[in-house]
């Protein structure tokens, strides 16, 4: 292995290790301000994570809070690995769901079948939401950070709308829609945690997405498009293609993650179902260093810090459970801010060797997706100084 190999493998390996690490220091530093010792906090997050007693096991909370969190969080790998930074995910969970539970109690179907249908009415709406920032990136040239951050608020706005409006449960108190029909509900295993055909789903999807990202040509076409957007160009791949076929796939996942809880947990959706699983979705993702399994190791974490943080820190010691989401945010500030010092080790590396180190590229510029092969002539190289 050469050193920038070795670079590569401490920025996918370690970075996320010594951001988690850093972040539970910060973390006790804030806990012991709260008055309670932050290795009692610590050992109370892990112990109601992941114990299980006769009647109850906490760890089957965790899974099945783990599941749509994993699905959002392939959604958010699957775009940025394309060179699109859209934070979309939210907003298609919530879309997505929103499908599942219309055809979940509007349209009878048979046992097994409705559930399937239901989730793909979930996918096809999770991807067409997951399809818009790319298009305007892609066609129009506009910041798909703000585009997706627009199409967020658009889609909560919406989903409360119907929720409060069209799709209320005439027979309700509260503002949600009514209980999807049992023939579309999720098979749980245990009917404390509802733990069960979620979970299945969430790691028959890593599997798939796996694959798909690593051994297909559109997975390298889509890397291609995000890791080296001007070679990819010039050596005839379709950039465009590439950029709003990995939005759609994305918002496909994040919205049969919606579906997934809304017919496994909640069988149903209510006014403020849109609880931030998109956003930890898309940070898991960059913690897990945009990978599939790091990504969905890190949901599990991000899962496992919810529910600690709940049943450990709140219910045990009385510290508020905002803490939890604290540690969160840390570990991503800290990646953050490892990243830039990463590539300039990298930058290092390769010019003590007298060679060029290949670095992850900023995001692709707008006029890069609008230059295919395929649409005429691509414009004339950039120098390297343009490059850099």
Avoid at 176 to 197: C, H, R, W
Avoid at 274 to 287: S, Y
Wanted: proline share 6%.
């Amino acid at each position: 292995m050469n050193d920038i190999d070795f670079a590569r493998l401490t920025q996918r390996v370690a970075v996320p290790v010594v951001a988690v690490i850093l972040a539970l220091l910060v973390g006790g530093i804030l806990i012991a301000i709260a008055g309670v010792s932050p290795i009692d906090a610590l050992l109370a997050i892990g112990q109601s994570a992941f114990s299980c007693s006769p009647n109850f096991c906490n760890f089957g909370v965790v899974l099945t809070t783990a599941a749509p969190l994993i699905l959002t969080t392939l959604g958010a790998v699957m775009v940025l690995r394309a060179g699109l930074f859209s934070i979309g995910q939210e907003g298609q969970y919530g879309m997505g769901a929103i499908a599942a539970v219309v055809v979940g109690f509007a349209f009878p179907m048979p046992p097994g079948i409705h559930a399937v249908v239901a989730l793909l009415a979930a996918a096809v709406v999770g991807a067409a939401v997951g399809s818009i920032p790319a298009i305007f990136r892609v066609f129009f040239g506009a910041n798909e950070l703000i585009v997706s951050i627009i199409v967020n608020s658009v889609a909560g706005l919406l989903l409360s709308f119907l929720v409060n409006y069209p799709l209320r449960d005439s027979g309700g108190t509260a503002s949600y829609t009514p209980i999807v029909e049992e023939s579309a509900q999720l098979t749980s295993f245990d009917p404390n945690t509802k733990l069960g055909v979620n979970l299945l789903i969430a790691i028959l999807l890593i599997v798939v997405v796996w694959i798909y990202m690593s051994k297909t040509p559109w997975g390298y076409e889509q890397r291609m498009a995000g890791d080296a957007p001007i070679f990819a160009r010039y050596t005839g791949l379709r950039t465009r293609v590439a950029v709003i076929r990995a939005a759609c796939l994305g918002g496909a996942l994040a919205g049969v993650g919606g579906g997934v809880q809304a017919l496994g947990m909640n069988y149903r959706v209510i006014d403020g179902f849109m609880d931030g699983t998109g956003f930890n979705g898309l940070t898991a993702a960059i913690l897990g260093g945009t990978t599939v399994i790091g990504g969905s190791f890190a949901a599990l974490l991000f899962a496992s810090i919810t529910v600690g943080a709940v049943n450990g820190l709140q219910i045990l010691l009385g510290v508020p459970r905002e803490i939890g989401s604290a540690l969160l945010a840390l570990m991503i500030l800290f990646v953050s801010i490892q990243a830039p010092l990463l590539v300039r080790l990298e930058l290092w590396l390769g010019k003590r060797r007298g060679t060029a180190a290949v670095t992850a590229p900023p995001l692709v510029p707008p006029g890069d997706l609008n230059d295919d092969p395929a649409d005429g002539e691509p414009k004339t190289p950039a120098t390297s100084a343009e490059v850099r």
